[in-house]
Nanobody, 127 residues
Framework: EVSLAESGGGAVQPGGSLRLSCTTSEFAFRVYDMSWVRQAPGKGLEQVAAIGRDGSNIYYSNSVKGRFTISRDNAKMTLYLQMNSLKTEDSAVYYC????????????????????RGQGTQVTVSS
């Protein structure tokens, strides 16, 4: 179910930063674990970060560890992804989705599991 809205994407040079946001007013955001998932052109879905419902259980993929930071504000029903030191290979459409593990989040993205997801925001890193 598409009930999340991502924002903050755009074009940036290598080494730059962007902050993505994902918000909703349609479901009880605070009871869900959340993930950021991306899809680069011609590639499959990749879970890049996840966070537990209370802000614990934070996970990063090796490809973004040390550069990206996931956080959430349950009072504002908003999920964030701070992206620093961006590389050309970070270019992709970024989605937020419910779920903590890759199986859960990608399952929501593909419709295999019930959950909530957004329509995505484009991030382009190029010189």
């Amino acid at each position: 179910e598409v009930s999340l809205a991502e924002s903050g994407g755009g074009a940036v040079q290598p080494g730059g930063s962007l902050r993505l946001s994902c918000t909703t007013s349609e479901f009880a955001f605070r009871v869900y674990d959340m993930s950021w998932v991306r899809q680069a052109p011609g590639k499959g879905l990749e879970q890049v970060a996840a966070i537990g419902r209370d802000g614990s259980n934070i996970y990063y993929s090796n490809s973004v560890k040390g550069r990206f930071t996931i956080s959430r504000d349950n009072a504002k029903m908003t999920l964030y992804l701070q992206m620093n030191s961006l590389k050309t290979e970070d270019s992709a459409v970024y989605y937020c989705a419910t779920g903590l593990t890759a199986d859960q989040a990608l399952g929501v993205m593909t419709g295999r599991y019930f959950g909530h997801r957004g329509q995505g925001t484009q991030v382009t890193v190029s010189s």
